[in-house]
Nanobody, 121 residues
């Protein structure tokens, strides 16, 4: 499974952004897909994930309220909508996929190349 993330860019604080991630290669209905992010000088942080089988969303503590993860089975694409962006959301956002034992903050087997989100104040 290869993951192609897109949608990052420079945005002003208060704005919105939608990241997309499309897996290529063989995929599985049991797959969990999601996002991690890593801000400059900080550790990697779990953002959100979704199960393909039932569209159940999962969020990390920092993502609750302003982040929405969704999946489009027809397009085989996962989206991360980020609203009311803050400068502290500035990070490289990585698309991930796998079959983690624990979805929130778990270990994902597949990682995309990352897309940079920069929020200006």
């Amino acid at each position: 499974v290869q993951l192609q993330a897109s949608g990052g860019g420079l945005v002003q604080a208060g704005g919105s952004l939608r990241l997309s991630c499309a897996p290529s290669g063989r995929t599985f209905s049991s797959l969990v897909m999601g996002w991690y992010r890593q801000a400059p000088g900080k550790e990697r942080e779990f953002v959100a994930a979704i199960r393909w089988s039932n569209d159940s969303p999962y969020y990390g503590d920092s993502a609750k309220g302003r982040f929405t993860i969704s999946g489009d089975n027809a397009k085989n694409t996962v989206y991360l909508q980020i609203d009311s962006l803050k400068p502290e959301d500035t990070a490289v956002y990585y698309c991930v996929a796998g079959w983690p034992t624990t979805v929130v903050g778990g270990s994902y087997f597949y990682w995309g190349q990352g897309t940079l989100v920069t929020v200006s104040s």
